[in-house]
């Protein structure tokens, strides 16, 4: 009997291999040291990431991807934190995994981070 894989959003999950691949192509894409980005996870990466974490969705860089199982987003947290030595953005628990760096441009400007940003 095979298991049902949960669903979530668009009905779409991502393998471990997928996330990293879109992540670190999302890195390269808006620049930066693996360093200077955060990852995450949760089992609600929208509660997480603007509530939680108060990133702005208008200003600040972000990212989320559900994946197969919590398991397979414990992968991708590990080699992320392990590997890349990416800040963790929390204690790495939850089937949605999610990456953000804050207050890169605005109009093409660089903006400096915000009062409290570490």
């Not at 603007?50 to 208008?58: L, Q």
Request: aromatic share 12%.
């Amino acid at each position: 009997m095979r298991a049902s894989i949960p669903f979530t959003g668009d009905g779409m999950v991502f393998s471990p291999q997928q996330v990293k691949f879109e992540f670190l192509s999302y890195i390269k894409e808006f620049g930066g040291k693996p360093a200077e980005w955060c990852v995450g996870c949760a089992d609600d990466a929208a509660l997480a990431l603007f509530d939680r974490h108060g990133v702005d969705p208008a200003r600040d860089i972000w990212l989320w991807k559900p994946t197969l199982s919590k398991a397979a987003a414990r992968i991708v947290f590990r080699y992320l934190t392990e590997q890349l030595h990416m800040p963790a953005a929390d204690e790495g628990a939850g089937r949605c995994i999610y990456l953000f760096r804050r207050g890169l441009v605005e109009n093409g400007v660089p903006m400096p981070a915000r009062p409290g940003d570490a």
